[in-house]
């Protein structure tokens, strides 16, 4: 058993100040000091003033640390988990690009491959497929040349890893697509879209519950025309932001938190290989990328995914908000974990919980990372 100490602690509703968590491999405890005596037989670990908070899961990432998804390999993969751990990032959902048939599904086969071992950082929950049945018009950094239509079957062999897919509603048989797979249990996101707000407020009732990267490369909002961030603010839909100041203007961040209820939005990185490392010329889904002034961008001058870290974008939305901690490490923890269906068992500091731990210091420095109670990583002191 071991014990973290003299930390403030991260609970969905309010920052318990100087307290002790107790964990095995799932969460035994939260008391405080005082009551620690009443204890024995602990591996004690000092936060030293900081913060411990559930582990982060990052459910939009195509890479990091100079590895893609879509490599396909058990390399890349791994390479990913152990580079995001060290942002405390504990979960997350690789993310498919808009490439050949070939490549999306062997990158499928490669995550269910990996799904299916213990990892050596981060932890594989599923796969997030972003494309290939999008728009056009809006593919962003997709390639136009391989979009297709919606077609359910190409991923008949991957239904119970897929856990959300984006589409465009507005595009023939997206409305059918979005029906069939919300009825096999797949979350359902609006994204690289045209759709209007009447679309989407359409595409709800098919069982639409979720969008892509709000704002970025979809409708935008207009007095006379709400497009899709207008359906999106004005219902129910959960949504991703990049919080990286690049994707979004802070000040547009702070109006989101002031528009949508707080367990509707997820903060996401989006991030491909270039995360982690310095600038440079990358590729994305088979794009030459080129990353420089903190921005990826394709040659044509489209952003390119990011290079944010999901302990940075925690940091950038306490900054560009009035919020407590709470309700943004909840963006980054517990909504996830709703989204997923899976809050009975991660994304918050409950007894009982899996001990999916971030433990960060006064700066909010990622110091150390528990996975079911085990050390997967240490920060050099």
């Known amino acids: ?70 490599e396909g390999t058990e390399e890349a993969l791994s390479n990913i988990s152990n580079t995001i751990i060290k942002t405390g ?15 999306i599904k062997n990158a499928l086969d490669n995550i269910i491959n990996c799904r299916n071992k213990e990892m050596e950082g981060a932890q594989i929950l ?21 979009i297709k239509k ?18 465009a509603p507005e595009i023939e048989g997206g409305l059918e697509f979005i029906k069939t797979a919300r009825d096999k249990g797949i ?8 759709a209007t707000y009447e679309d989407l407020i359409k595409a709800r009732k098919y069982g639409l519950q979720h969008a892509t990267h709000l704002f970025n490369a979809m409708t935008g909002l207009h007095h006379r025309k709400p497009g899709i961030v207008g359906a999106v603010l004005s219902s129910d839909m959960s949504c991703e932001l990049i919080a990286d100041n690049i994707h979004i203007n802070p000040a547009v961040l702070k109006l989101v938190t002031k528009t949508k209820a707080l367990d509707e939005i997820i903060l996401i990185t989006d ?28 040659e044509n001058g489209a952003l390119a995914g990011s ?16 919020l407590p901690l709470e309700k943004v490490i909840n963006m980054v923890t517990l909504n996830p974990a709703c989204l997923l269906n899976i809050a009975d068992k991660i994304g918050s500091l409950k007894p009982g919980l899996q001990a999916n731990i971030s433990l960060f210091d006064s700066k909010f420095n990622v110091r150390k990372v528990f996975i079911r109670g085990k050390e997967k990583y240490s920060a050099r002191r």
């Open 187 to 194: 979350i359902v996101s609006a994204g690289h879209s045209g």
């Open 271 to 298: 991030s491909m290989e270039a995360a982690g490392l310095d600038e440079g010329e990358y590729s994305l889904g088979g794009q030459k990328v080129i990353v420089k002034d903190e921005a990826a961008r394709l």
């Open 126 to 146: 599923g796969a997030n497929v972003e494309g290939p049945f999008i728009s056009p018009e809006y593919k962003g950094a997709q390639a136009e040349k391989n």
């Open 307 to 322: 290079i944010l870290t999901l302990n940075k974008a925690v940091i950038n939305m306490l900054k560009a908000s009035t």
């Open 1 to 70: 058993m071991k014990a973290i100490v003299n930390v403030n602690i991260v609970l969905p509703d309010k920052v318990i100040n100087n307290g002790v968590i107790i964990f095995d491999e799932e969460i035994n405890n939260i008391i405080s000091i005082e009551d620690l005596s009443s204890y024995e037989n602990f591996d004690i670990i000092n936060g030293e003033g900081g913060y411990v908070t559930p582990g982060f899961i990052d459910i939009h990432i195509h890479g990091a640390g100079g590895y893609d998804t879509m």
């Open 89 to 103: 990032v504990t979960h997350f959902l690789p993310t498919t690009m808009t490439m050949e048939s070939k490549a």
């Open 150 to 167: 919606p077609d359910m079957e190409f991923f008949n062999d991957y239904l119970e890893y897929i856990k959300i897919i984006t589409v």
